[in-house]
C-alpha cells in the first residue's frame, strides 16, 4: 500500500521569502502526485499534479513541484511567498495501478509572518 | 452545479443522536469520495463511489457509519448514536473520471460538533 509523509507539521516564513514543503511518498511504482491547499473553514483546492513527463510542474498560485524519483520526493516550492499563502498544504498520492483510493499526507501548515 | 455542495456547513448534535450529511458533487462527475479531517490531523479516508459499482467501504470506522449513492447523483453519509470522537471536517469530494488521476473537487465540508 502507498503512504506519504509531510515531515514538517508547520513551516513558518516571512513574507517575500521563498518556501519549500517536503512530501515523500512509499510506493513500488510511479504514482500519480497531487499538491492540496486547504485555508481556513474550506475545502481543498488542488494546486498542481504530477502524472509522467517533465518532473517540475507548475500549479496555480506561483507554486511548482519537482517530482525525484530517486529521492521518492514530490516537494512543493514558491519563490516568494505571499500573506495570503498562509494555509495547510496536504500532498496525495495516487497509485498508478490498483487502489482508485488517493493516500493524503497529515499536512503541513503554512505560518506567514509579515 | 459549479462546484462540490455540502450541506449543512454546521452541525451540533448530542451524543446518541443519528445525523445525515449530504454532497452534491459536480454534475457528470462519476467518481465520489468521502472523507473525515479530525481536528489538527490528515484526510482520513471512509467510503467511494464510483457510477453504480459497489461501494468501497473499507474505510468506515464502524457500523455505525453508512453512506449512500444513487448513480451518479448525491450521496448522504449518516452516523448513527453519534459519539463525542465522531466530531469531525466531513469532506466529499469527487472527480470526472474514476481514478481521479486528473484530481479531485472537495467540497467545503460539514464540521460536526457531538456535545
Known amino acids: 500500500a502507498q503512504s506519504v509523509t509531510q515531515p514538517d507539521i508547520h513551516i513558518t516564513v516571512s513574507e517575500g521569502a521563498s518556501l519549500e514543503l517536503r512530501c515523500n511518498y512509499s510506493y513500488g511504482a510511479t504514482p500519480y502526485l497531487f499538491w492540496y491547499v486547504q485555508s481556513p473553514g474550506q475545502g481543498l483546492q488542488l494546486l498542481l499534479k504530477y502524472f509522467s513527463g517533465d518532473t517540475l510542474v507548475q500549479g496555480i498560485k506561483g507554486f511548482e513541484a519537482e517530482f525525484k524519483r530517486s529521492q521518492s520526493s514530490f516537494n512543493l516550492r514558491k519563490p516568494s511567498v505571499h500573506w495570503s499563502d498562509a494555509a495547510e498544504y496536504f500532498c496525495?498520492?495516487?497509485?498508478?495501478?490498483?487502489?482508485?483510493?488517493?493516500?493524503f499526507g497529515r499536512g503541513t501548515s503554512l505560518i506567514v509572518h509579515p | 452545479g459549479a462546484g462540490v455542495s455540502q450541506s449543512p456547513s454546521n452541525k451540533v448534535t448530542e451524543k446518541g443522536k443519528d445525523v445525515e450529511l449530504r454532497c452534491d458533487p459536480i454534475?457528470?462527475?462519476?467518481?465520489l469520495y468521502w472523507y473525515r479531517q479530525r481536528l489538527g490531523q490528515g484526510l482520513e479516508f471512509l467510503i467511494y463511489?464510483?457510477?453504480?459499482?459497489?461501494?468501497?467501504k473499507s474505510g468506515l470506522p464502524s457500523d455505525r457509519f453508512s453512506a449512500e449513492r444513487t448513480g451518479e447523483s448525491v450521496s448522504t453519509l449518516t452516523i448513527q448514536r453519534t459519539q463525542q470522537e465522531d466530531s469531525a471536517v466531513y469532506l466529499c469530494a469527487s472527480s470526472l473520471v474514476p481514478r481521479g488521476n486528473y484530481g479531485y473537487t472537495f467540497g467545503s465540508g460539514t464540521r460536526l460538533t457531538v456535545v
Open positions: 454534475s457528470g462527475h462519476t467518481a
Open positions: 496525495a498520492v495516487l497509485t498508478s495501478g490498483g487502489s482508485y483510493i488517493p493516500t
Open positions: 463511489f464510483q457510477g453504480n459499482s459497489a461501494p468501497d
